[in-house]
T-cell receptor, first 116, second 113 residues
Framework: DQQVKQNSPSLSVQEGRISILNCDYTNSMFDYFLWYKKYPAEGPTFLISISSIKDKNEDGRFTVFLNKSAKHLSLHIVPSQPGDSAVYFCAASLRYSGGGADGLTFGKGTHLIIQP | EPEVTQTPSHQVTQMGQEVILRCVPISNHLYFYWYRQILGQKVEFLVSFYNNEISEKSEIFDDQFSVERPDGSNFTLKIRSTKLEDSAMYFC???????????FGPGTRLTVT
């Protein structure tokens, strides 16, 4: 049961260009969304989050867009840098919905490769 | 910068043995979590812990698993009798609010032979 889907296993982008990573979800109760970055042999590193009452959140080179009606979010990285090469995970939670659900539901990840 | 630490980084054990994975969450955080990632699959939630008790657990977290906060700093995951399918990366995480940004440790790779 894939409640959070990242349909692109990998994405290759030239250095300096925009990277756009996509994520879809099926559970309309999700109300808080996060993006994590993961290097090999390390744990996921929190990047940016957005609550369902917003449609955009920006932090430096990273911007997350949320389209609730389409149940879709995306992460934009501008400009892309070599150090951005990693696996990016989309995650969702029921932060405000309550029901005692604390855990994050993750997508399978997208491997972003920044080419020089 | 505060971080979540985990020990050991790699644990090899024989099927049927008990293992304890250890974590030190970020000191002012109140919520603690365990996740696992089987090779090639997604990160999966196992359990959350708050106020010295389990707050939520997934269907993966069966009677073979237990968690404990034995003192003010450590948070442990015990697998009572390991199976081959328990082989995975186990990540500990912590947050200062429920279901908010969770900060992950580097993981423990558990190999069951």
């Amino acid at each position: 049961d894939q409640q959070v889907k990242q349909n692109s296993p990998s994405l290759s982008v030239q250095e300096g260009r925009i990277s756009i990573l996509n994520c879809d979800y099926t559970n309309s109760m999700f109300d808080y969304f996060l993006w994590y970055k993961k290097y090999p042999a390390e744990g996921p590193t929190f990047l940016i989050s957005i609550s369902s009452i917003k449609d955009k959140n920006e932090d430096g080179r990273f911007t997350v867009f949320l389209n609730k009606s389409a149940k879709h979010l995306s992460l934009h990285i501008v400009p892309s840098q070599p150090g951005d090469s990693a696996v990016y995970f989309c995650a969702a939670s029921l932060r405000y919905s309550g029901g005692g659900a604390d855990g994050l539901t993750f997508g399978k990840g997208t491997h972003l490769i920044i080419q020089p | 910068e505060p971080e979540v630490t985990q020990t050991p980084s790699h644990q090899v054990t024989q099927m049927g043995q008990e293992v304890i994975l250890r974590c030190v969450p970020i000191s002012n955080h109140l919520y603690f979590y365990w996740y696992r990632q089987i090779l090639g699959q997604k990160v999966e939630f196992l359990v959350s812990f708050y106020n010295n008790e389990i707050s939520e657990k997934s269907e993966i977290f069966d009677d073979q698993f237990s968690v404990e906060r034995p003192d003010g700093s450590n948070f442990t995951l015990k697998i009572r009798s390991t199976k081959l399918e328990d082989s995975a990366m186990y990540f500990c995480a912590s947050s200062d609010e429920r279901a908010y940004e969770q900060y992950f440790g580097p993981g423990t790779r558990l190999t069951v032979t």
